[in-house]
């Protein structure tokens, strides 16, 4: 089992994100699973240009590392998305990050894989940006599993430190449980069929504008000739 993380905090794993990426990733190592984290301080990722060219060709016309990031997040099982509260969202660099994955929205690309959220704030503000990248995961197509927060003053605290790194521990144990087992959640199903059934429509309804979408589509989800 292959597991992504990937940590849009600038201070790479010695930050506040850091503790709790190292406390899940431990813990899932030790449930068997195959952990690599992507720390996009150390890649060049440029801010999407909205020209829409992936979806008409499937190749982004930027040249730097967002490819070969996406071909790492294809190829895992599960993906956790890491990152401090910057300004009631997440850094800078995540969301560029994710604004580059536009295609694979459009695609499903991820349909089916599973997804976790680690985010660290300075104070009790981090819900809004665990809620944004569950959100993500559904646009995806994800099962999410779940997510977990951490104030700064928390991890700064050893007693506070060790209890929310057992947090980030126990939803690692969850994660990979959740991916061995293929489990699904009721709850989400909904939802993600009518991200599903909207991204078929739209993909169709552009059919010549998003025609690398369309081929994926007609290929890959059996989407039917006009
Ligand atoms: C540019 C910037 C914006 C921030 N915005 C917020 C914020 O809106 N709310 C908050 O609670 N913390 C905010 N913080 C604090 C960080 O979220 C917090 O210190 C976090 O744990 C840092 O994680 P790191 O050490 O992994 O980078 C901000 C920090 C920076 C540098």
């Known amino acids: 089992m292959q597991l992504v993380i990937v940590n849009g905090s600038p201070h790479g794993l010695d930050g506040n994100t850091g503790k709790l990426i190292r406390s899940f990733r431990s813990a899932a190592e030790e449930q068997g699973a195959a952990v690599e984290t992507l720390n996009l301080s150390d890649y060049t990722v440029h801010p999407c240009r909205g020209c ?10 930027i ?5 070969k990031l996406q071909q790492k997040f294809l190829a895992a099982d ?19 990050f994710l604004d580059r994955i536009f295609s694979h929205v459009h695609c499903q690309t991820l349909y089916g894989k599973y997804g976790a959220a ?12 665990e809620e944004y990248l569950m959100s993500i995961f559904g646009f995806l197509g994800c099962w999410k599993v779940g997510s977990i927060g951490a104030a700064s003053l928390q991890l700064e605290d050893p007693d506070e430190c060790s209890r929310m790194q057992g947090e980030a521990a126990d939803l690692a144990r ?17 939802k993600r069929s009518q991200v599903f059934e909207m991204m ?17 589509w007609k290929t890959n989800w059996g989407i039917e000739e006009e």
């Not at 040249?63 to 490819?67: E, K, M, S």
């Not at 078929?200 to 994926?216: F, N, P």
């Open 52 to 61: 829409e060219v992936c979806s008409k060709t499937g190749t982004c016309v």
């Open 63 to 67: 040249d730097d590392d967002a490819p």
């Open 78 to 96: 599960g993906i956790v998305l890491a990152s401090p509260n910057y300004m009631m969202n997440v850094s800078g660099q995540l969301k560029v």
């Open 118 to 129: 680690l985010v660290t704030a300075a104070g009790p503000v981090f819900e809004g940006v």
């Open 174 to 190: 969850r994660f990979v449980e959740a991916i061995k087992n293929g489990e699904t959640f009721p709850d989400q199903e909904e």
């Open 200 to 216: 078929k429509m739209m993909v169709q309804a552009k059919q010549d504008a998003w025609a690398y979408e369309y081929r994926y």
